[in-house]
């Protein structure tokens, strides 16, 4: 089945330590968005990616870090330099009029 | 700029009532506008969603959203709750960044709750 691949389903985070959540997809979509969730907040947008090779900062980019080397894959690095990383995260890609295409989140806490 | 304010963070029916979750919205432009739905731990899903053809909108599950120009408002509706509807709700508005391209601005959230 076509769709979008998030994992792990949970991670944990020690602090100073980076941390990378994976993204895939085999949609075949151009157009792939990393955000975040937080209770009473809605999704805030981390980064997103129009084409393979290329990523521009969303609102929230901040102590993130992406790579677009494969159109199927997206990962994310939630560095050092994020000082309040729990949250749920959720990542998406972009189909035919504006239609987005979630993967099932991966929730991110702070040992 | 576009935004997105949801009315009411936790709604609460009964089995069998109306459903209205409310969603109103600020552009520049035209909008597209979106309904999601997200279940306990998982992604979103989309419900329906407006793109300037009719402006009452029928999505899955029974779900409908009227698209309001004057009162600038895409609310949701269904006629009768079930408990299998019991979520949290997004309304979203597609925005353009510079350079053409697009994101969605997401409200802040709507949990329903439907209790026997």
Redesign the interface.
Known sequence: DGG?T?SP?YLFRKEGQNVTLSCEQNLNHD?M?W?RQDP??????IY?S?IVNDF?K?DIAEGYSVSREKKESFPLTVTSAQKNPTAFY?C?S?GN????F????T?LSVL | AQSVTQLG?HVSVSEGALVLLRCNYSSSVPP?L?W?VQYP??????LL?Y?SAATLVKGINGFEAEFKKSETSFHLTKPSAHMSDAAEY?CAV?SM?SGG????I????TRLAVHP
Do not use: D, M, P, V
Not at chain 1, 102 to 105: D, N
Not at chain 2, 101 to 104: F, G, I, T
């Open positions: 979008i998030q389903k157009a968005y955000y009473g907040q809605g999704l805030r947008l997103y129009q521009q969303g959720l998406c972009r009029n504006e239609k987005l979630f993967g099932s989140g929730q | 963070s597209y979106f999601y731990n998982q992604g979103l899903q989309l969603k793109t997004f597609s960044f391209y697009n994101k969605l997401f409200g802040a959230g």
